[in-house]
């Protein structure tokens, strides 16, 4: 993967790049991004960066008097240090050498990976390489998927996955060879919020690699990483993606309008993921689904809220979650709309009175409590809450919230 082939985030990649062109590499990195920024396909492109022969000119060096090595290289010049990188001009990687292209295909023997998985029978003791066929296939399909798809896509269903003790002993092994390729052995481990306490097994040689060894760990949680292994890596934040990033990406990409891609852009929030899960659903008409159910809620009475929940109910897991992100949108902007005013918000019509609305049968801190009521909601869905349970209990929290003068008192 090439940098250009990562959405946005122009300033992450020229730091990245400078790194290497300066031989400034930590030898433990961190490379922290929330869900759908890019933090991934950016770590395994900077992996590429690193062992592209053309960025990574191995052996190239001035001549010197002391005439030709065994083997043909130029020897180094007497006194000299030589760094396997050294400084050039270029910002990504080749795409055309045989790293790059071995890179490509995430077959680099240099370039070790490192994710959550899961036993494929009871008593498995399972390592990442087990899986590392679906691995290649899920970056090429879905480079920004978070780890619930990559559990969903090697079948772990209600399965927990996790980076294990053998695992982080398989790790030490590997690293411990030498280089193949080169020059540098890298482990790409994604998602070390899933590595417990086993993973101090690593802590020595995260401290102490050997020579030209590099970390980097793709995370998109900070708070859920040991410690012990934050305190050692150095930091590289990867921001959300901007509105017009993301509506480039689906016109470009996805092949979409620029206007529907920039409505979704909105919703999305930065989360390219989010923007793809979003195209699913392009044509639903959710404004329609929640008028009807707020009027349920707050005209109709119970029979229409029955009907309203029954409806709701035979949808998906994906377009139920869709939904309730959709309602949380909403309620977003008509926070922004009462505190920047109608002429600093830049939403679709339809979107813009909706919002006001919003404002007049919900004061901010009733809005903020009902936002995080649907997060609560999206998150019982990914785990299986039944549907009609879940959207019956959330009827009846949504009318107190509204109705009520005092928040607080909700249980």
Not at 86 to 104: F, R, V
Not at 266 to 292: C, F, K, P, T, V
Not at 349 to 361: H, M, P, Q, V, Y
């Amino acid at each position: 993967m090439l940098f250009k082939d990562v959405i946005g985030q122009a300033d992450v990649k020229l730091h990245l790049a400078n790194m290497v062109q300066h031989d400034r590499i930590s030898h433990a990195l961190l490379f922290l991004g929330k869900e759908g920024s890019g933090a991934l396909p950016l770590a395994i492109a900077f992996a590429q960066y690193i062992v592209c022969e053309k960025v990574n000119q191995k052996g190239v060096v001035p001549a010197a008097a002391a005439g030709p090595s065994l083997f043909g290289e130029e020897p180094i010049p007497s006194g000299a240090t030589h760094s396997p990188l050294t400084t050039n001009h270029l910002q990504d990687s080749c795409g055309e050498c045989p790293s790059c292209q071995k890179m490509l295909q995430l077959m680099h023997p240099d370039i070790h990976f490192s994710y959550p998985v899961i036993p494929r029978k009871s008593g498995d003791k399972p390592l990442s390489s087990d899986y590392i066929s679906e691995w290649r296939e899920f970056i090429s399909k879905y480079p920004y998927g978070n780890a619930y798809d990559w559990l969903q896509f090697i079948g772990a269903e209600n399965k927990q996955g996790n980076i294990t003790a053998y695992e982080c002993n398989d790790i030490i092994r590997k690293l411990s060879l030498k280089s193949f390729e080169s020059g540098f052995k890298i482990l790409v481990m994604w998602m070390p919020e899933y590595l417990g306490n086993e993973g101090n097994k690593l802590l020595k040689l995260i401290e102490e690699p050997p020579p030209n060894t590099l970390f980097i760990l793709v995370a998109e949680n900070e708070s859920l990483i040991l410690q012990t292994i934050l305190s050692r890596t150095q930091l590289v934040k990867i921001p959300a993606l901007s509105h017009q990033e993301i509506t480039g990406a689906l016109v470009t990409r996805a092949k979409m309008a620029e206007e529907p891609a920039s409505q979704i852009a909105l919703i999305a929030e930065g989360n390219y993921r989010e923007a793809l899960q979003l195209i699913q659903h392009a044509d639903e008409d959710w404004q329609s689904l929640l008028r009807e159910w707020l009027n349920a809620i707050l005209k109709n009475g119970p029979i229409s809220q029955v009907k309203w929940i029954e409806e709701v109910s035979k949808l998906g897991r994906e377009k139920q979650k869709q939904f309730l992100r959709y309602f949380t949108h909403l309620l977003e902007q008509a926070i922004r709309l009462h505190a920047m005013g109608p002429e600093n918000l830049h939403l679709p019509d339809k979107e813009k009175d909706f919002a006001g609305r919003l404002n007049k049968i919900a004061a901010f801190h009733q809005q903020q409590a009902i936002i995080e009521e649907l997060d609560k909601a999206s998150y019982y869905i990914e785990r299986n809450a039944n549907a009609k349970m879940l959207f019956h209990a959330l009827t009846i929290k949504l009318y107190h919230i509204i109705a009520a003068k005092q928040v607080a008192n909700i249980i």
